[in-house]
C-alpha cells in the first residue's frame, strides 16, 4: 500500500540528513523534487522530527532522489535495514532484519554456536531467570512467572515473532532518566494490550493446548525411538568388541548396521539430530567411526532425561568402549565388503 504510514525513527531522519547533504542538496530542494502537493518545509520538518510518519511511496522517492536511481526496487533493501521492518513485496524473515552482535557475526560453525547457546542458557539467562526472580514479592512472582508463560507458548506456537520481540534492546533506555523509563515502559505494555487481546480473540492459549497434547503423544514415539536406539548400541558395543580381537575384523557390516540401528533410529526420535549433533554419521575409517560413537554417546548422556534413558554407562561396559576407541582411531579405511558390491 503506497499510502501506508510508516513511523519515521532517528536513524532514519539521520540517514536522510547525511544522504542529502552527501549529494549537495537542500531540504527545500529535496521537498519540491518529491512532489505530490508537499511545501518546502515538508522534508526540513521530518529531518527535525516534527513530522512522526511518512507514506512508503514518499520515502521511496526520497531514497530514490537520494541514491539516483528510477527502480524503487533499487532503494528497498536500504530502506528496511535503516527501519528492520520489511516494506517490498519480497518478505524478509527475521533474523534478515537483525543486527547479529559482533561477539558471533564471524562464527560459522554450528557445532560453535550451539555452544555458546548452551553456556549463555546453563551460565547465562537460567541464573539471571532465577536470580532476579528469587528477590520479588509473592505478586511479582506471579506476575513474572506469567510473562515466562506468554514467552514460552510464544516460542512453543509463533517462534519468529517470539525472538523477533527478544531481539528489542531494552538496555537501551537510561534508568536514571524516570521520564525515558516509563515511556519505554508504557509502549512496551501497550504491545503487551494488543498482542494479549489477539491471543483472547484467536483463543491461542485453548490452541496450544491441543498442540502439546498432539505433541506428548509424538514425543512418547519418540522415546520408544530412542530407547530402542539405545538398546541397538549395548548389542553394537558388544558385537564391535568381539571384532576387534578378530585376526581381520570386517567393520562395513557393522558401520552399515550401526548408521540403520542408531544414527537412524535416533533422527527418527529427533528429528534433524544428523545435522547437527551427530553430523558425523558418514562413516569412511576407523577414526570416523571413534568419533560418531563417541558422539552418540555424549547424545545420550546430554538427553538423558528428556527421553527417559537410563545412564548410558550403566548398560555399556565404559572400559570395552575405551578399547573400541584404541582399536579405531589406529584403523585406516574401512573396506565395502564384496558382497555389498553391485
Known sequence: MANEKIAIT????LNIVERRKKIGISS???????????????????????????????????????????????????????LKQNIGKNIREWYELIDISPEYSEIYDEDELMDILDELLE????????NTIFGMSTNQKQAALTVLQHF????????DLAYTLLSIPVYGVNDSNNSEHITALNDILSLYTKFNSLAEKNNSIDLI??????????????????????????????????EIHKQSPNFYPIVRQFTTDVSFMIERGQPNVLKHYLKSWQIYNGKEFALHIENCIKWFLEFQDEYDLPFIFDE??????????????????????????D
Do not use: C
Not at 35 to 41: A, Q
Open 123 to 130: 551460565n547465562g539467562l537460567n541464573t539471571k531467570i532465577r
Open 28 to 82: 527545500y530542494e529535496l521537498s519540491e523534487m518529491i512532489g505530490n502537493g508537499h511545501s518546502k518545509f515538508w522534508l526540513q520538518n521530518i529531518e527535525n522530527g516534527k513530522t512522526k510518519k511518512i507514506t512508503k511511496s514518499d520515502l521511496i522517492k526520497i531514497y530514490m532522489i537520494l541514491q539516483k536511481t528510477d527502480d524503487p526496487d533499487d532503494v528497498i533493501d536500504t530502506i528496511e535495514q535503516l
Open 10 to 13: 532517528d536513524n532514519l531522519r
Open 152 to 159: 514460552y507458548y510464544s516460542l512453543y506456537k509463533n517462534p
Open 209 to 242: 493446548h491441543k498442540w502439546q497434547k498432539h505433541d506428548e503423544y509424538f514425543h512418547s514415539l519418540a522415546i520408544e525411538s530412542i530407547n530402542t536406539a539405545l538398546e541397538n548400541l549395548k548389542e553394537l558395543i558388544s558385537i564391535l568388541y568381539q
Open 316 to 341: 555399556i561396559d565404559q572400559n570395552q568402549v575405551k578399547e573400541i576407541y584404541e582399536y579405531l582411531n589406529n584403523y585406516g579405511d574401512i573396506e565395502v565388503s564384496p558382497q555389498y558390491i
